[in-house]
């Protein structure tokens, strides 16, 4: 167990803990022979018995000392200490940009740019290391208080000619900042990099993350099977275009550097666009068929695919006319509220999938623990609303009055927590009748407890 004053190497004092993972710790520490404050990271005793999870540790820091560059953090040591590995690197006096993110929600247009183009700047001097980040999201880029940014955390970094510190077929990093290729199990390149920086930017301008899911399978069918939704308009046309480049499914057709996309991101920064090759002409549907059947071998590689039941345009007993509208008397599991309905008990979910516009039955999640979403009201499914792609339901006025920022806040437990989530429409089978759920989650991202009654 790590206390505050133990020394590591007879040299380097741990003073605060500042974050954990799985793997170790990271300390902020003293390093008593030059006077300096630097981060310490510490692999944890469990961790480092086992010889794959050493060996990746010792490659992180052969990453990051392989590079010199102001927008990748500084190594400065590497040593063990009663059996643990330890990780010396530059002490960064500010915050991540998940941290900045949650605090401020979403961030405008030419600070994100900045943002981008600065990481892109580190991850050109990466890749031309032969080195491929594989994990670039916004936990893993720490913003100075000067504005700077640094790439940190290359745990899982790929090196040219390394050997592979992993079994064939597994899958490293965040699912939601995973490029396609990698989801489905494809090498990652510098163009994966790039995606995720692209996802990242996303996130910043949206004020939420582009994909979310129950399950890394639900994620990977939104990656392949549709673009995150279209951003807010108040978002300027050369940023939209620098992130959908960055988007691009198939990398190819992606900014086709680190450094195109940072000066693409400085460029649109100042209201302009860099002309850039255009992409080569694809067969979109043939290869969105190559990677749905590539996904299905990856999953059913792993277990078996799960089949989900989708919303159809005509339920089966509803003669094509929607669904069956619900009974006068509140199904079961809800009870009246208001003009509506609401959840007897919180109701939660880990996470929606909506494929090809078409809502998928959610998973429910215990309210207690991590989740998503929560319900705070509910409306019987109008019998016009079959057809309309998920994405639009909340645009309509009568779920738009029902699903409001004023109807969330009044079934809030704490009105002030909740400004400013975001809100959803969903629907969802309860018994014969068909409801359309009003749901909110954090634009941070996931939550714990219940936050509405």
């Not at 108040?234 to 450094?259: I, K």
Request: with cysteine; net charge neutral.
């Amino acid at each position: 167990m790590l206390q505050p004053g133990r020394r590591l190497g007879d040299r380097y004092r741990l003073d605060a803990r500042i974050g954990a993972g799985g793997m170790g710790e990271v300390w902020r520490a003293t390093d008593e022979v030059l006077g300096r404050v630097v981060a310490v990271k510490v692999m944890l005793a469990g961790a480092g018995a086992d010889p794959t999870l050493a060996r990746r540790f010792l490659a992180e820091a052969k990453a990051m000392a392989g590079v010199n560059h102001p927008a990748v953090t500084a190594i400065h040591d590497y040593g063990t200490d009663d059996g643990s590995p330890y990780l010396v690197m530059e002490f960064v006096d500010g915050e991540s940009l998940a941290q900045l993110l949650t605090r401020h929600g979403r961030l405008p247009a030419a600070q994100t740019m900045q943002l981008v183009a600065r990481a892109a700047d580190g991850l050109r001097a990466v890749h031309e290391r032969g080195i491929v980040h594989r994990d670039i999201k916004p936990a893993n880029l720490l913003i100075r208080r000067d504005g700077s940014v640094l790439i940190t955390d290359f745990g899982i970094a790929r090196m040219d000619g390394a050997t592979p510190l992993t079994t064939g077929g597994a899958i490293l990093g965040t699912p939601t900042y995973l490029a396609p290729e990698q989801v489905l199990g494809q090498p990652a390149t510098a163009l994966s990099d790039v995606y995720s920086l692209g996802l990242t930017a996303y996130e910043c301008l949206a004020g939420h993350r582009p994909f979310v899911g129950d399950n890394p399978y639900a994620v990977a069918l939104q990656r392949i099977q549709s673009a995150p939704r279209t951003l807010t308009g108040d978002v300027p046309g050369p940023v939209l275009a620098v992130v959908e480049r960055a988007l691009a499914p198939q990398p190819a057709d992606r900014w086709p550097s680190a450094a195109d996309l940072a000066a693409a991101a400085r460029a649109a920064a100042a209201g302009t666009v860099v002309p850039s090759p255009t992409p080569p002409a694809r067969n979109v549907p043939r290869f969105r068929r190559a990677l749905l059947a590539a996904t299905g071998a990856v999953i059913l590689a792993i277990g078996g695919l799960v089949a989900w039941s989708a919303l159809d345009d005509g339920h089966a007993g509803s003669g094509g006319n929607g669904p069956t509208p619900a009974a006068a008397s509140p199904p079961a599991g809800f009870a009246a509220c208001d003009a509506g309905l609401c959840p007897a008990t919180p109701l939660c979910f880990g996470g929606m999938v909506a494929i090809s516009g078409k809502a998928m039955p959610p998973g429910e999640a215990d309210c207690t623990g991590d989740h998503y979403w929560e319900t705070f009201a509910a409306l019987p499914l109008p019998s016009d609303a079959s057809g309309v792609r998920q994405e639009k339901l909340i645009d309509r006025p009568d779920v738009a009055v029902a699903c409001s920022a004023g109807v969330m806040a009044r079934r809030s437990t704490d009105p002030k927590a909740t400004t400013g989530w975001r809100r959803d429409a969903w629907p969802l089978q309860t018994g014969s009748a068909w409801l359309l759920l009003c749901i909110a989650g954090s634009d941070s991202g996931e939550s714990r407890g219940a936050a509405f009654r």
